[in-house]
């Protein structure tokens, strides 16, 4: 048996050359040619691991070729001074109890395949492989696998993520969507006081921390569905009063209490907690805190959904604790349906005055987009394009003036214009000039408003108004401006 030193890279001087043939040594086979590298265990050794075999008193050689004549070697410790050899048929990263730790005169020798592949990896040039000797691909972790380091969980993790507790976990502003992303606490989400902001529940959440500002009233319930034609437990809070309901559409309503208290959401957020795991109602103040609300439902409803507001023609400002994504989160594919449940719009921040806007539509009656000037939906210069609206007979465009009420023009016959079975495809042009309506690929509008006062828009998106359906939109070509990772975003980021 031969074992060849072997130099890689550029090596400046005879000290350096001397060094690489200490530190990389080719542990022959006639299948592949395995190299023992040293080049991150300097002054380190591996503990943690039982050793396979251990020798003293042994030339560096020697311990090598212990390395090589074992079958499944991984990695070995050498100690030149006393000649103490320790080989592993495990690595560094092989568990979380495994540690590549300072050892004067000690040298950890990982064996790699490749010189150059090792020195590609990932680690490579961080500290968890630099200082710590955690360097190959395989020490990387998704989140709550063990690490050491926290080097080792952000290559595969999105989102903020921390080595905590031996454990790779989202930090303490995020919470955990899976096993990749970590997301954002306590956005801040808008209602514009009259649409819905829906959420989907994830990761089994039945109670929840959040946190409400308005000088109005406000609205929060969960939903056993995607629609408000479903069984739900809410709450409407106002400075003074929580009221608390029990709905099953069509078979029950139940007010369950009526709560006197001053709440003083006006001036700051105010913390609740809900929590209606197995139909158990409580809603407090926060947790640990004495119950408001105490209530349990001898036929629970299993929530899916949470979707909040503001009524009163007022703001409001929520922050929930995490587990909620928007309904389509995850598939923001280019052609993919969005789905919209009554009295809710999905609103954008919206730059340009002059601007296409292009969709597909799917239900029996009322296909609206909206472009408004201020973020409150009654103080708010409107347009409203409705098309199929009067049960698919009729479309028009609507403006409401800040302060003065509703406007009607353009009513246009237009039967059968949506379909509920069939996407249909429309364009809209807004400009200061005039608001121009188009069906599929037609050149001259079905319907257009010539505009004698403009105003800024602001915001726009699609908007179901008074339909039992949800509306099935496709927006055409989708674009970017929707949101983060090209999706499409509620409720947040709307006002700063
Ligand atoms: C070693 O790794 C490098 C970089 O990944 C690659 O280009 C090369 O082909 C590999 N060599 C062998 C023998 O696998
Ligand atoms: C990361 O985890 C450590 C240990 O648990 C903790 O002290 C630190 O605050 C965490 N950092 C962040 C940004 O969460
Ligand atoms: C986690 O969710 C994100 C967003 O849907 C997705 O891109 C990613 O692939 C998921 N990760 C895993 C491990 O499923
Ligand atoms: C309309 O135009 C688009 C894009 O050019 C095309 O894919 C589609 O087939 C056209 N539709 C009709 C009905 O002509």
């Not at 709450?235 to 099953?248: C, E, G, N």
């Not at 703001?315 to 604790?321: L, R, T």
Request: aromatic residues 12%.
């Amino acid at each position: 048996m031969q074992l060849l030193p072997v130099s890689v890279g550029r090596l400046p001087h005879a000290q350096s050359l001397l060094m690489m043939v200490v530190l990389v040594m080719m542990l022959l086979s006639p299948t592949s040619a395995l190299v023992a590298s040293g080049r991150r265990g300097q002054g380190r050794r591996l503990v943690g691991a039982t050793p396979a075999e251990t020798l003293s008193a042994v030339s560096q050689e020697r311990c090598h070729l212990a390395c090589h004549q074992r079958a499944g070697c991984r990695s070995f410790n050498f100690h030149p001074g006393t000649g103490q050899c320790q080989v592993f048929t495990v690595t560094a990263c092989d568990s979380s109890s495994y540690i590549v730790e300072p050892a004067d005169g000690w040298t950890f020798y990982d064996v790699v395949d490749n010189l150059s592949a090792e020195s590609e990896q990932t680690l490579w040039s961080q500290e968890a492989c630099v200082r710590d000797g955690r360097c190959r691909d395989s020490c990387l972790r998704r989140l709550g696998q063990g690490c050491r380091h926290t080097q080792q969980c952000q290559p595969l993790v999105t989102g903020v993520t921390n080595c905590s507790e031996l454990v790779c976990s989202c930090s303490s502003n995020y919470w955990r969507y899976n096993e990749t992303l970590c997301l954002p606490r306590y956005t801040q989400l808008f209602t514009d006081g009259e649409s819905w902001v829906w959420k989907k529940i994830v990761n089994g959440m039945c109670s929840t921390d959040f946190r409400i500002k308005s000088t109005g009233t406000v609205e929060v319930g969960v939903f056993a569905a995607y629609t408000h034609y479903t069984g739900r437990y809410f709450m409407r809070i106002s400075q003074t009063k929580m009221d608390v309901f029990r709905y099953v559409d069509g078979v029950s309503n139940s007010h369950l209490a009526s709560i006197s208290k001053t709440f003083e959401t006006d001036s700051r957020y105010v913390r609740f907690n809900f929590h209606w795991c197995g139909g158990q109602l409580r809603i407090s103040r926060g947790i640990g805190t004495t119950n408001l609300f105490s209530w349990n439902d001898a036929s629970p409803l299993q929530p899916q959904y949470l979707a909040m507001r503001s009524s009163s023609s007022t703001e409001g400002y929520f922050k929930f604790a995490g587990d909620l994504v928007d309904p389509w989160f995850g598939d923001w594919s280019s052609d993919r349906v969005y789905s919209i449940p009554r009295d809710t719009m999905v609103a954008r921040r919206r730059h340009e005055q002059d601007f296409w806007v292009e969709f597909e539509c799917r239900i029996t009656r009322d296909c609206n987009w909206m472009a408004r000037e201020q973020t409150t939906w009654h103080g708010s210069n409107i347009w409203k394009v409705i098309i199929g609206g009067w049960d698919n007979s009729h479309s028009a465009i609507h403006r409401h003036v800040s302060g003065a009420g509703w406007q009607f023009y353009t009513h246009t016959a237009t039967p059968a214009i949506l379909s509920a079975t069939e996407l249909r495809r429309f364009r809209i042009h807004f400009s200061p000039q005039a608001i121009r309506v188009y069906r599929d690929n037609q050149t001259e509008p079905f319907m257009a408003h010539q505009v004698g006062a403009p105003f800024t828009i602001n915001y726009d998106g699609p908007h179901m108004c008074c339909n039992v359906e949800n509306v099935d939109f496709r927006l055409v070509q989708f674009d970017a401006g929707w949101g983060y990772e090209g999706g499409f975003r509620w409720g947040e980021d709307l006002v700063s």
